[in-house]
């Protein structure tokens, strides 16, 4: 069964400060990209960034580069994503999501084959 489990999530200032992981199994980890997502209220799901686990290549949203960090554990199957300087228009669900190799900023949403349930970041100015 194919899973991916979002973690780290929370209420923290601005300024603050926030890992989230994503712990995937069920499929062949390192053959897939995985991305993170994030979705405010009334707002469309957008992409925040992205590792492709073949080639360790990464991705940014211009929003968030020089403030957010992707890194992968192969060994673990769990990519994070270390937030700073976090902002209140930062506060949404994210998500992480998994594509078939290769993943990028540009790559469509629906391109990403498997998604996890979310986990909510609050960011209080």
């Known amino acids: 069964e194919v899973q991916l489990v979002e973690s780290g999530g929370g209420l923290v200032q601005t300024g603050?400060?926030?890992?989230?992981?994503?712990?995937?199994s069920g499929f062949s980890f390192n053959d897939?990209?995985?991305?993170?997502?994030?979705?405010?209220?009334?707002?469309?799901?957008?992409g925040v960034s992205c590792i492709s686990n073949g080639d360790g290549s990464t991705d940014y949203a211009d929003s968030v580069k020089g403030r957010f960090t992707i890194s992968t554990d192969n060994a673990k199957n769990?990519?994070?994503?270390?937030?700073?300087?976090?902002?209140?228009?930062d506060t949404a669900v994210y998500y992480c999501a998994a594509t078939y190799y290769f993943c990028s900023q540009s790559l469509p949403l629906s391109e990403y084959k498997y998604w996890g349930e979310g986990t909510q970041v609050t960011v209080s100015s």
């Not at 603050?16 to 995937?24: D, F, I, K, N």
């Open 16 to 24: 603050g400060s926030l890992r989230l992981s994503c712990a995937a």
């Open 32 to 46: 897939y990209g995985i991305g993170w997502f994030r979705q405010a209220p009334g707002k469309e799901r957008e």
């Open 78 to 89: 769990v990519v994070y994503l270390s937030m700073n300087s976090l902002k209140p228009e």
